[in-house]
Structure formats: structure tokens, C-alpha cells
Nanobody, 128 residues
């Protein structure tokens, strides 16, 4: 069975940085869509960053220039580097993987989609 294990969440002050990790086990695929989502209390889950198997990325407007999604194939690990964190970034962050290419909308990777596998979530809290 495919399993995703997240780590790296925590509490930081505004302007700080965190790096989330998501290590996958139980699968090896050539084509995939990998993403990070977040959900704050009382709000719907939203896509934050996407990575397609051809290296293409896309980001939510609110994190562009501050967050970077990447993957280490050798370690089968997905990362989300988060810099210049703001209190509004506070949420539970989830990684997700789907064994198909990402959906394109107007030429960009969609931040909305159905993913087959999800991590358990890691809490990120940013204080002002």
C-alpha cells in the first residue's frame, strides 16, 4: 500500500521559514502529480503548490515567491520550502500524490484535483 509520511511542521514567528517533507513508500511511478494542500480551521482545503512529473510547477497566488515545491527522486521525498511565513499561512498542511499527470487549466497545473494518496497532515502555526 502507498503511504505518505509528512514531517517538518511547527511554530514560527512571522517572517520565519519551515521546510515540510513528505516521504512516499510503497510505489514507484514514472508519471505523477504531487501537491501540497492546506486547511485552516473553518476554511475549505486549498491547493498550495503542484509538481508534475515533467518538472512543471504551479503555486497559489498567496504563496508565489515565498514557497517552493521540489522532489528528491532518490529519497522519494516531496518538499515544500516555506519562507517569509505569515500568520495567514497557519493551517494543517497535507501532501498528496496521484499516479497520473497533473490536470492543466489554461496551461497551468490545476490546484484542484482528486488525488489517490494523502498524508496525515502536519500543523504549521505562524505567530505575529
Amino acid at each position: 500500500a502507498v503511504q505518505l509520511a509528512e514531517s517538518g511542521g511547527g511554530s514560527v514567528q512571522s517572517g520565519g521559514s519551515l521546510r515540510l517533507s513528505c516521504t512516499a513508500s510503497g510505489y514507484t511511478v514514472r508519471r505523477y502529480c504531487m501537491g501540497w494542500f492546506r486547511q485552516a480551521p473553518g476554511r475549505e482545503r486549498e491547493g498550495v503548490a503542484m509538481l508534475d512529473s515533467d518538472g512543471t510547477t504551479n503555486y497559489h497566488d498567496s504563496v508565489k515567491g515565498r514557497f517552493t515545491i521540489s522532489r528528491d527522486s532518490a529519497k522519494n521525498t516531496l518538499y515544500l520550502q516555506m519562507n517569509s511565513l505569515k500568520p495567514e499561512d497557519t493551517a494543517t498542511y497535507y501532501c498528496a500524490v496521484d499516479p497520473y499527470r497533473c490536470t492543466l487549466v489554461n496551461g497551468l497545473l490545476s490546484l484542484v484535483g482528486t488525488f489517490a494518496y494523502w498524508g496525515q497532515g502536519t500543523q504549521v502555526t505562524v505567530s505575529s
